[in-house]
């Protein structure tokens, strides 16, 4: 499983108090609803679902530990990594061809 340095680095010196959102993208042969389930068993709240059976959580950063341990994860990374949606492009962030 991918575990990006961001998640490495709140894994090892966790914040107490302090909550980050996180990505967690399931496994090709995960059942969301139970990567779901399995994450908030570990503290999480699931904020919303994401394209393909992918979830968008908070997690307190004490507990980010025990949702890298989640069965059916492909790879845990930070929601700042998610890329720019089309609510958040500009002009500048669109090519055009000629």
Do not use: K, N, W
């Amino acid at each position: 499983m991918y575990v990006s340095r961001a998640v490495e680095s709140i894994r090892s010196d966790p914040i107490e108090g302090e909550s980050i959102g996180l990505v967690l993208e399931t496994a090709p042969d995960a059942d969301p609803d139970a990567v779901a389930a399995a994450a908030e068993a570990a503290g999480a709240t699931v904020d919303r679902r994401l394209q393909f059976d992918d979830l968008a959580v908070t997690v307190p950063q004490l507990a980010v530990d025990d949702i890298c341990a989640v069965d059916g994860l492909a790879a845990v990374q930070t929601t700042d990594a998610i890329s720019i949606t089309h609510e958040d492009a500009t002009d500048e962030d669109v090519e055009f061809d000629d």
